[in-house]
């Protein structure tokens, strides 16, 4: 068993090599990241939960991933359109379905979200407010 905690320094260093990537996408973004594998990272089917730390007013593009997903909130709030999100309070994707945008609140907004599988990490469909959709791959 292991315990972590982003109150403590170097919580967000914490990041595994091989996702590191995703985490410098995030940084100049001021956006912090940290995946928790719940398996071994060779195998597709291994689910994968990722912290993500927004800044106050963070916009978050519409996307979609190729997996079931799950998040919730932890801190702040978060804007995803038809409602602002608070602690607790959850939203369950299906696999490429899009989302999006989101913001985060004046305070920012911290979540937790689970992938059913680390295919869906650094794997996603990006789509622009004009509809053009343009996949994205930060991690094979």
Not at 87 to 99: I, K, L, R, T
Not at 110 to 123: H, K, R
Request: glycine share 8%; net charge negative.
């Amino acid at each position: 068993m292991h315990f972590y905690s982003p109150r403590e320094e170097g919580f967000w260093d914490l990041q595994p090599d091989f996702l590191k990537p995703i985490q410098d996408v995030c940084t100049p973004l001021d956006v912090n990241i940290l995946h928790f594998l719940l398996g071994d990272k060779d195998v597709d089917t291994t689910p994968v939960a990722a912290m993500l730390k927004m800044p106050p007013n963070f916009v978050l593009p519409r996307h979609a991933h190729p997996v079931a997903r799950f998040e919730v909130v932890v801190l702040g709030t978060l804007d995803v359109g038809e409602r602002i999100m608070q602690p607790g309070d959850v939203m369950v994707s299906a696999a490429n379905e899009f989302y999006g945008p989101h913001t985060a609140g004046p305070d920012g907004c911290t979540t937790i979200e689970v992938f059913s599988s680390i295919v869906g990490v650094g794997n996603s469909v990006q789509e622009s407010p004009d509809g053009t959709r343009t996949e994205v791959h930060y991690r094979d």
